[in-house]
């Protein structure tokens, strides 16, 4: 069993559209990020929360630490949404630093059609 | 403020050569970690740097080593490659300070390296 598992692994939605992608994880963390690939690799990252919910611009980001689940949603979908969306938690934590050390979730490919 | 550069973007190898990445960091960020992704894969972590010293590997052969600079820039190295090498390798930077696991991170377009 993946220590980081994401649903859906593949995601349709029309313009405008609500989007949810969910993210479960084993292992105890201090903080989750999420992260937006484009095709051709390169990765930008999103939100980085420990708890509660975050938003920027359309992008909604909320945690459960109890329940071990995250989840990103993306308000008014648009086409240039479309990439690959995923979760990541360090592999380990108490020594501040080991934040790079991440564990990656397979990803979410999103696309947002017209 | 240049986010973290990586070079070369693209290379290609032949099976046992040997192969050296470059990565400067984020202005500011002093920690460097190195992943590689696969196609169709998630990236999987191959060593992270601090103060010149590798601090984290995770399950990579010997084959892959790797440096960082007094200013904090950062080479990986691949030696003997294999055809199974071939992948995106991702660096990653940020400061290593505050909250464990609490860093924000900062990733470098990446170099595709493909090995025939």
């Known amino acids: 069993k993946n220590e980081v598992e994401q649903s859906p692994q593949n995601l349709t939605a029309q313009e405008g559209e609500f989007i949810t992608i969910n993210c479960s994880y084993s292992v105890g963390i201090s903080a989750l990020h999420w992260l937006q690939q484009h095709p051709g690799g390169g990765i930008v990252s999103l939100f980085m929360?420990?708890?509660g919910k975050k938003k920027h611009g359309r992008l909604i980001a909320t945690i459960n630490i109890q329940e071990k689940h995250s989840s990103l949603h993306i308000t008014a979908s648009h086409p240039r949404d479309s990439a690959v969306y995923i979760c990541?938690?360090?592999?380990?934590?108490?020594?501040?630093?080991?934040?790079?050390?991440?564990?990656f979730g397979t990803g979410t490919r999103l696309q947002v059609t017209l | 403020d240049a986010g973290v550069t990586q070079s070369p973007t693209h290379l290609i190898k032949t099976r046992g050569q040997q192969v050296t990445l470059r990565c400067s960091p984020k202005?500011?960020?002093?920690?460097v970690s190195w992943y590689q992704q696969a196609l169709g894969q998630g990236p999987q972590f191959i060593f992270q740097y601090y103060e010149e010293e590798e601090r984290q590997r995770g399950n990579f052969p010997d084959r892959f080593s790797g440096h960082q600079f007094p200013n904090y820039s950062s080479e990986l190295n691949v030696n003997a490659l294999l055809l199974g090498d071939s992948a995106l390798y991702l660096c990653a930077s940020s400061f290593r300070t505050g909250v464990a696991g609490a860093n924000v991170l900062t990733f470098g377009a990446g170099s595709r390296l493909t090995v025939l």
């Open positions: 929360l420990s708890s």
């Open positions: 202005s500011g960020h002093d920690t």
């Open positions: 990541a938690v360090p592999l380990f934590r108490g020594e501040a630093g080991t934040a790079s050390k991440l564990t």
